[in-house]
């Protein structure tokens, strides 16, 4: 892997890990365009910008990782556990889940089920949705750790799956972000941590200079990122990114499946 390619990777994982359009269908689709294959070494790569997403998210929400918010984390965690537990379940049956073509059609079925959601959203009052991430229940966090289950699938978008999990919950699009990055914390970590385990080997033979510019990259854009996605959906729809996503995933059918 060349620099170029690594500053080219850490952009697009940076811009889209937590915007609702998936950043492993990107990621796939980027590197096939860049002739990179899924090696071990790649997949190391991959980890650590990852990592640099995730540390985005963690400095952003710096304020929520104290103490006195540990109800707001055992909330966390309970969105956390469907997902862990599926996702261990059944790891090797979701890795054959990973082509473009599955992607493609997840992108334009997410796209859909978005202009649905937001259609029924704005039929709601707003004084009866939960404005504050603190205020959302138990029960709220654990539907929308079952919704964050679909996002095994690829192409489906881990913040879009939750983020529209928390809005069929009863929260309003702002604090379903909030709640969205902040279960990514937890998920992330632990994602990224077990691929570390997996192929600790692999990282022996990284170039450090690509690993760090792919980190540093990752990270610069993903927190730019997610601090205008938190002030575009205090004023706008999901609907944006499900007219992306269903004329990406036609991209997709017609051009490279």
């Known amino acids: 892997m060349t620099l170029f390619e690594s500053v080219i990777l850490g952009i697009v994982e ?8 998936s950043s492993t269908a990107h990621m796939i689709i980027t590197s096939n365009i860049l002739g990179l294959k899924q090696s071990t070494a790649n997949v190391a790569f991959e980890v650590i910008i990852q990592l640099g997403a995730t540390l985005a998210i963690i400095m952003l929400y710096l304020k929520k990782i104290k103490i006195k918010e540990v109800v707001l984390w055992e909330k966390v965690i309970v969105a956390f556990l469907p997902l862990a537990i599926v996702g261990f379940l059944f790891r090797h049956q979701i890795k054959e889940l990973f082509t473009v073509e599955t992607s493609a059609w997840m992108f334009i079925v997410g796209g859909i089920v978005f ?9 709601k009052e707003p004084d009866l949705m939960v404005d504050d991430v603190e205020k959302v229940s138990f029960k709220q966090a654990f539907l929308i750790g079952v919704s964050q289950v679909f996002a095994l699938i690829p192409g489906t978008s881990r913040s879009g799956a939750t983020i529209v999990g928390g809005m069929l919950s009863g ?18 970590l632990a994602a990224s941590g077990y691929e570390m385990l997996k192929n600790y080997h692999s990282f022996a033979d990284q170039n450090g200079i690509i690993l760090a510019t792919g980190f540093i990259v990752s990270f610069i854009v993903a927190f730019i990122t997610v601090k205008l996605f938190l002030k575009f959906v205090e004023k706008f729809s999901l609907s944006w990114f499900g007219a992306y996503r269903v004329i990406f995933g036609i991209f997709l059918l017609f051009y490279l499946v």
């Open 171 to 188: 929260l309003t699009r702002k604090v379903s972000a909030d709640f969205s990055f902040l279960l990514a914390i937890p998920t992330m």
């Open 115 to 123: 202009f649905i959601v937001e259609f029924f959203y704005q039929k």
């Open 14 to 21: 940076g811009i889209t890990e937590f915007l609702p359009i």
